[in-house]
């Protein structure tokens, strides 16, 4: 870490920051676009539906998914210090958060209660998104079979294709939106808690030289000042 008492100098590029968010999205990313193709050879053996637009759909729903859930991880994986703890806790929740979303079975299945809860998760949306653009080719195939429009739609409520919130069926425009929102909230705070994790120990770091070296409460006060943070007694030098 490169840390500097002019004032001019940046204490460490935003770019940094970034970075970490950038690997964990490109590696997911790869493990995504394999099982994507994976699924898709499948599809066409099985019976293609699909248009072009679909797939594209498709890739850019997959995008969106693991840019949330990237800076959702990155978020929760801030305090944990190992590599051992960050495999744990991703494990635990992206498997927990991937069955409350409807990743493994649909949200239909749960209560009622249970679903007005799941509708305020953003990935919900995402993993509707996902079915509503891989099953519309089905859905034009099974209305140009003339089948009853009362089958179609609860196939269609059945695999979570009109998720509601508040009573209101939501969108794929909506849909698309509450994503795109929650990724930028997301990442706004990950670059906040990271830039106060940074500030911290700095300040740590500024401190423990201090107390090596010999320093008076004002160079203290000054510096604690000039890094922004105006509570000195609430910095504990680590040992």
């Known amino acids: ?12 590029p935003d770019i940094i920051k970034i970075s970490h968010l950038s ?10 676009d394999l099982a994507l193709i994976l699924c898709l ?26 840019l949330f859930g990237s800076t959702l991880s990155g978020i929760i994986g801030l305090p944990l210090t190992t590599q051992g703890q960050l495999s744990a806790v991703g494990t635990i929740v992206s498997a927990g958060y ?9 949200i239909s ?37 003339n089948l009853p429009e009362e089958m179609i739609a609860a196939v269609r409520d059945t695999l979570d294709c009109n998720p509601q919130f508040r009573r209101h069926v939501v ?21 906040w808690l990271t830039s106060l994790r940074e500030n911290r120990e700095i300040i740590s770091a500024f401190l423990r030289f201090y107390e090596s ?19 000195p007694e609430t910095i504990e030098p680590q040992k």
């Open 171 to 191: 969108s794929v425009e909506q849909m698309i939106m509450v994503m795109v929102g929650s990724i930028v909230l997301l990442g706004v705070l990950y670059l």
């Open 41 to 66: 050879c499948r599809m066409y053996k099985m019976g293609w539906y699909m248009s072009a637009a679909d797939v594209l759909w498709i890739m850019g729903d997959e995008i969106l998914i693991v």
């Open 109 to 145: 299945n749960f209560g009622t209660g249970l679903q007005k809860v799941l509708s305020y998760l953003p990935s919900t949306y995402g993993t509707s998104l996902l079915k509503n653009h891989m099953l519309r080719g089905i859905i034009e195939e099974m209305e140009k079979q």
């Open 213 to 231: 070296t010999g320093y008076n409460s004002s160079d203290k006060t000054a510096f604690i000042r000039w890094i922004g943070v105006t509570s």
């Open 23 to 32: 690997k964990s999205f490109g590696d997911v990313k790869a493990v995504n």
């Open 98 to 106: 991937g069955f409350l979303c409807g990743a493994y079975m649909p």
């Open 1 to 12: 870490m490169r840390v500097t008492c002019k004032e001019d100098d940046a204490v460490e």
